[in-house]
């Protein structure tokens, strides 16, 4: 498998997402980004990365605060990445966000929007067809 092949743990980025998912501060969101940048050590590996971040969006059965908590950490890194000239994890995650973007909207953007329950307090800005950042008003 590619994870292995990249000495990189499913299983410890589950670990590290699931503060992120569960609770989604500041801190969660600071962690896991600095896992994900300790373990890209090569295109491939953040590859393997942004696949398994697109898989727990897109599984079955997800809920929608978990896809947004993984779409935050995304946006954290792609920032981090365009400051930093990360151009491989840059294009990796690029590949990855807009299906992330639609399957979390799909079935639940238009539950959530009569009721501005999370659009008030998220505020969505695409950039371009390949980046979204989402920002707190």
Not at 87 to 93: G, H, Q, T
Request: charged content about 20%; proline content about 4%.
């Amino acid at each position: 498998m590619m994870a292995d092949e990249n000495k990189i743990s499913l299983a410890e980025l589950d670990t590290v997402l699931q503060p992120i998912i569960d609770t989604c501060t500041k801190d969660s969101i600071s962690h896991g980004k600095a896992w994900i940048l300790q373990h890209v050590t090569s295109a491939d590996a953040g590859k393997v990365i942004s696949q398994h971040l697109l898989r727990k969006v897109t599984q079955p059965g997800a809920a929608f605060t978990q896809k947004l908590h993984i779409i935050y950490l995304v946006n954290d890194v792609l920032h981090h990445c365009a400051r930093k000239n990360a151009e491989d994890l840059k294009k990796n995650l690029e590949n990855v966000v807009v299906p992330m973007f639609c399957n979390a909207s799909i079935g639940n953007i238009f539950i959530i929007m009569p009721s501005r329950s999370l659009i008030s307090r998220t505020q969505f800005v695409v950039h371009s067809h390949q980046q979204i950042r989402l920002e707190n008003p």
